[in-house]
């Protein structure tokens, strides 16, 4: 897990404690149940006495459950109140579903909506059904930012400014593995260009193959994006290109308008985008 970055522990509005704290919240994953002080300390790179009373005070503040049997701990209720908080107030969730759902029995793809977490994607709405994918994802799953079609399709919405100082973030924290990744970016920026969407065939997971479309709002949220994926051995490259990413395309361009959000961008616009998208990319590691 990222540490606070040097310009923001020289802020003076910056809480640094308040930081750490959520940092061992962040530190259990969907599928963790109990952690202790040792996996905790692992994860945020802290030290593990700053973790026992971190883990103390957020156990005296009810955000954490102690399992004194196993020396460990597990969210408790307040902590889950506030994820169930934060997806009750997200209105691209609930207005989504059913058109999740149509795509979803359309395909037999699993379709999902996630946010950027740091390096990853984060899901709040899922559609699937048992057959979709063999990577079970739920609700509050991460998926990377820079190998899936959803994470790279959040890329190529954002601002150029914005795009490459992410690109730099990954660079920094992928190290060798950034080669390879930052072509895969890149080709992806290609194909939003030329069918609007984003792909990633056996790029995360060997068998699982999926496209991704950007949801951009004008209320200063987001953007979001959406997937849609399955075993690759039903979702050939012809069938992505084709079918299911055109498809998933017009799910996002009709959500947009339920919201109120922006129209799509020209193909001239999008073309211009990631010509200059590209060229960012290469600037962040010192390529000209």
Known sequence: MKRP?????????????????????????????LLGNQE????????????SRLT?????????????RFEKYQLAPSAMALGYAALANLGVRHLSEPYREEVMRATGGAVAVGGRDRHSMIYFGQSRNGLALG?????????????????????????????AALLRELRDHYGSRWAKMRDGIERSGETVAKYGFAMSAGDWQTDVAAVGVALKLNDGTGPYAFNCGAPAFRFTEDLLINDIGPRLVAMVRNIELALGGMAPQSKKQESKKARVGGKLARLAEGIR
């Not at 522990?9 to 259990?28: E, I, K, P, Y």
């Not at 103390?56 to 004194?68: A, D, S």
């Not at 990377?144 to 954002?158: D, F, K, Q, V």
């Open 135 to 163: 990577v079970q994802l739920d609700v509050g799953s991460r998926v990377p930012i820079a190998t899936t079609a959803m994470g790279r399709a959040y890329i190529w919405a954002l601002p150029p400014d914005d795009r």
């Open 5 to 33: 970055t040097k310009k923001a522990a020289t802020d003076r509005n910056f809480v640094v404690a308040l930081s750490r704290g959520l940092d061992v919240l962040r530190a259990f994953q969907p599928n963790d149940g």
């Open 56 to 68: 103390y005070t957020l156990t005296k503040l009810g955000y954490l459950t102690p399992v004194p």
């Open 40 to 51: 905790i300390a692992a994860r945020t790179k802290l030290p593990k006495p700053t973790i």
